[in-house]
T-cell receptor, first 112, second 114 residues
Framework: SQQGEEDPQALSIQEGENATMNCSYK?????LQWYRQNSGRGLVHLIL?????REKHSGRLRVTLDTSKKSSSLLITASRAADTASYFC????????????FGKGTMLLVSP | SAVISQKPSRDICQRGTSLTIQCQVD?????MFWYRQQPGQSLTLIAT?????????ESGFVIDKFPISRPNLTFSTLTVSNMSPEDSSIYLC???????????FGPGTRLTVT
C-alpha cells in the first residue's frame, strides 16, 4: 500500500504566490524525500530530510518534518510558471540502501 | 549526479507481444530500480535489479511477467512480457549508490498497449 498521501491532489496558484503541499505517512522512516516530475517525465530529486531533522531549506524550497504526526510539508516560495509540475513525497524506511515508497503526488499549476 | 538514459522513449505495442526497455547509466552505481507509473498515478516499485543475480521483486510483480537483467554496474533491462492494455504505463529506472539515499531517475519509457 502507498506509504505517503499528499494533499492537496491539485493546486492552482498565480506566479509569485507561495505553494504548500503536505504529505502524511504511516510507518516509521529513516528519511523523507521530495521529488518533482514534469509532464510524465523522469523525476528530479529536490530535497531530503532525515528523521532527526525538523526543517530544511534549499533555495526557494522549505521542508518540514513532524515525526510525531507522521507528516511533512513542502513550501515553494515566490512560485514561477516553471514550477508547474507534479510533486511527490517518498519515504525511506531503511537505514541501508534506499527502497522508496512514493505518495500519490500533488499536481501544481502556476499561472503567469 | 548520474546521467541516465532509457530506450525506447515511447512505444505502441500490440497485445500479447513483449517489449524490452534499456537503462544506461554514465557511471557505475550500486543499486538500480525499476518503477511503473500508471496513467495519473504515483510510482510503484517493480523490482531492484541486482548485478550478477536475480532481481528482487516487490509484492504483486513476478519474474515471468517482468524479467530483468543487470549484466554490469551501468546497464539494466526490463522486459514487459505478454502485454495487455493494463500494462500501458510509464516505466522508469532509477539508480543510487552506497551512502546515498536519494535516487536519480531516467526520463522514462511511455508504453501504450493496444
Amino acid at each position: 500500500s502507498q506509504q505517503g498521501e499528499e494533499d492537496p491532489q491539485a493546486l492552482s496558484i498565480q506566479e509569485g504566490e507561495n505553494a504548500t503541499m503536505n504529505c502524511s505517512y504511516k510507518t516509521s522512516i529513516n528519511n523523507l524525500q521530495w521529488y518533482r516530475q514534469n509532464s510524465g517525465r523522469g523525476l528530479v530529486h529536490l530535497i531530503l530530510i532525515r528523521s532527526n531533522e525538523r526543517e530544511k531549506h534549499s533555495g526557494r524550497l522549505r521542508v518540514t518534518l513532524d515525526t510525531s504526526k507522521k507528516s511533512s510539508s513542502l513550501l515553494i516560495t515566490a512560485s514561477r510558471a516553471a514550477d508547474t509540475a507534479s510533486y511527490f513525497c517518498a519515504t525511506d524506511q531503511n537505514s541501508g540502501y534506499s527502497t522508496l515508497t512514493f505518495g500519490k503526488g500533488t499536481m501544481l499549476l502556476v499561472s503567469p | 549526479s548520474a546521467v541516465i538514459s532509457q530506450k525506447p522513449s515511447r512505444d505502441i505495442c500490440q497485445r500479447g507481444t513483449s517489449l524490452t526497455i534499456q537503462c544506461q547509466v554514465d557511471s557505475q552505481v550500486t543499486m538500480m530500480f525499476w518503477y511503473r507509473q500508471q496513467p495519473g498515478q504515483s510510482l510503484t516499485l517493480i523490482a531492484t535489479a541486482n548485478q550478477g543475480s536475480e532481481a528482487t521483486y516487490e509484492s504483486g510483480f513476478v519474474i515471468d511477467k517482468f524479467p530483468i537483467s543487470r549484466p554490469n554496474l551501468t546497464f539494466s533491462t526490463l522486459t514487459v512480457s505478454n502485454m495487455s492494455p493494463e500494462d500501458s504505463s510509464i516505466y522508469l529506472c532509477s539508480v543510487t549508490s552506497t551512502g546515498l539515499h536519494e535516487q536519480y531517475f531516467g526520463p522514462g519509457t511511455r508504453l501504450t498497449v493496444t
